[in-house]
């Protein structure tokens, strides 16, 4: 029995099981026939193609910055942050307060650290090498993305879901913009197809790559440590082929890779704030400007307020003002725990842009997003919901895991719950989201190139035979 050829129609074949592992088409050997979207393709075309999207997106990001993000000089937001401490790591400084010299931790180190290295590196080339960190950054997802869905449901979903992000706005935007979003969704990436290989053959080294992944998530953004319990901890517990001592084993040395990931920072942290500081001392501030008088009523509503994040001042450093910021925020919650429903409801809606999400897109460009460019991205993430939905319909009809790609939406929607909603905040689910809307592309695709081809060709062969295998 050879493979199936390739499904032109959402519903061809559902009950299709998981079947034999194809070798020798490109894909991992364990990868089974019936996930495999859109049939196999042969390794060649596939890194061709592959490394085509990944160039395209990477000129596409470096015209972007150059001809439109680094004019936007004009505006002060945490771009600031990250472009100063990055530019003072070549001066021997090792995160100072910008324009100061107290010890800061405003933010993980990762973003800084890579924009850092990468000037580090390029600064023989140009003035504006800072600046284009991001676009590399960004071309690295998409190599990511790609891998992640060929691995999911084979090459074809891998190439669709790189297209897609080398070309949606939600990708390319914060490839302009010296911030944490690009390196988490990079790392949103490599997490989830690491979970991807774990499960697909469990193994000491992948469970520990799972928690190197997570470490680096951290140290991007503070909050998706959650990330740890939520796809680490299960993604390991979850392997059946090994035996509860392996599993347990295997998920001790992957929490291990996380600490040992977060151990330098948070050690530097422990010895350097008088408060007890492990990640970073942002938190403080996120809350104080999200539990507010002009954010738990009228059109800001659930959204953030610089004025009242600098509200609050005192003595000491950057950890006690955040233990200063942090029980100011929540006494004002607690004294208004009748507006909370409300105040909650109108985050997560920000986040997932279903609430005000024109005034969103409109107030993102105090943050280096261009308006033209964030209404675009709201139309295409829009348009990628419905085709993420039947994606994971066809995952489930044809016995793909996919709660990997589900459980980042969970974790940023707490996130959103427990701060403010805000579009940049669902960075990393846009990775999962075009996997997700991959395989109803491809399977669109493939029905409209066999009503295309003529009748009695080789299309229509094709599209006769789909999802039947032959004997």
Not at 393 to 419: C, D, E, H, K, M
Request: aromatic share 8%; with cysteine; proline share 8%.
């Amino acid at each position: 029995m050879t493979a199936p050829g390739p499904h032109p129609v959402l519903d061809a074949e559902d009950g299709v099981g998981p079947g034999p592992a194809l070798p020798d088409v490109g894909d991992s050997p364990a990868v089974p026939a019936g996930h495999l979207v859109g049939g196999p393709l042969a390794p060649r075309p596939f890194w061709l193609g592959l490394t085509g999207i990944v160039l395209g997106a990477l000129a596409f990001r470096i015209g972007y910055v150059l001809i439109v993000t680094r004019h936007e000089t004009n505006k002060l937001y945490d771009a600031f942050w990250y472009g100063v401490t990055a530019g003072e790591l070549q001066h021997g400084q090792f995160f100072r307060v910008p324009l100061g010299t107290a010890p800061t931790a405003a933010h993980p180190p990762l973003t800084s650290l890579l924009i850092g290295s990468f000037e580090i590196v390029a600064k023989p080339f140009g003035a504006t090498v800072q600046s284009l960190s991001m676009p590399v950054l960004g071309a690295l997802v998409v190599l990511f993305v790609g891998l992640l869905g060929r691995a999911v449901a084979g090459p074809w979903v891998g190439l669709t879901a790189a297209l897609v992000a080398a070309f949606a706005p939600n990708f390319w935007i914060p490839s302009g913009i010296l911030m944490s979003e690009t390196p988490s969704m990079l790392f949103m990436a490599v997490i989830l197809l690491c979970i991807v290989r774990f499960e697909r053959s469990p193994s000491l080294g992948r469970a520990a790559l799972i928690g190197v992944a997570c470490g680096a998530e951290a140290l991007v953004r503070a909050e998706l440590i959650l990330f740890v319990p939520a796809l680490l901890v299960p993604a390991v517990l979850a392997a059946r082929t090994l035996t509860l001592r392996r599993r347990l084993g295997a998920l001790a040395l992957g929490i291990l890779a996380v600490v040992v990931v977060l151990g330098p920072w948070v050690g530097r942290n422990l010895v350097t704030f008088q408060d007890a500081t492990y990640i970073s001392t942002g938190d403080g501030l996120a809350l104080l400007g999200a539990n507010c008088p002009q954010v738990y009523s009228g059109p800001y509503l659930g959204s953030w307020a610089l004025g009242c994040a600098v509200s609050v001042n005192g003595p000491g450093d950057e950890s006690v003002a955040s233990a200063r910021d942090q029980h100011a925020a929540l006494e004002f919650a607690e004294h208004h725990t009748g507006r909370l429903p409300d105040v909650i409801l109108a985050r997560v809606g920000r986040l997932w842009d279903v609430d005000q999400p024109f005034q969103m897109a409109h107030g993102d460009v105090n943050e280096g997003r261009p308006v033209p460019a964030s209404l675009a991205g709201l139309w295409v993430y829009w348009a990628l919901l419905p085709l993420g939905v039947a994606g994971c319909v066809i995952y489930r009809r044809r016995g793909i895991r996919q709660w990997f790609l589900l459980v980042p939406a969970a974790v940023i929607t707490v996130v959103s719950v427990l701060v403010y909603g805000l579009v940049r905040f669902r960075a990393p689910f846009e990775v999962c989201l075009v996997v997700l809307a991959a395989p109803t592309l491809v399977l669109l695709a493939q029905r409209g190139w066999a009503a295309v081809r003529p009748a009695g060709g080789r299309g229509a062969a094709m599209a006769q035979g789909a999802g039947a295998p032959t004997r």
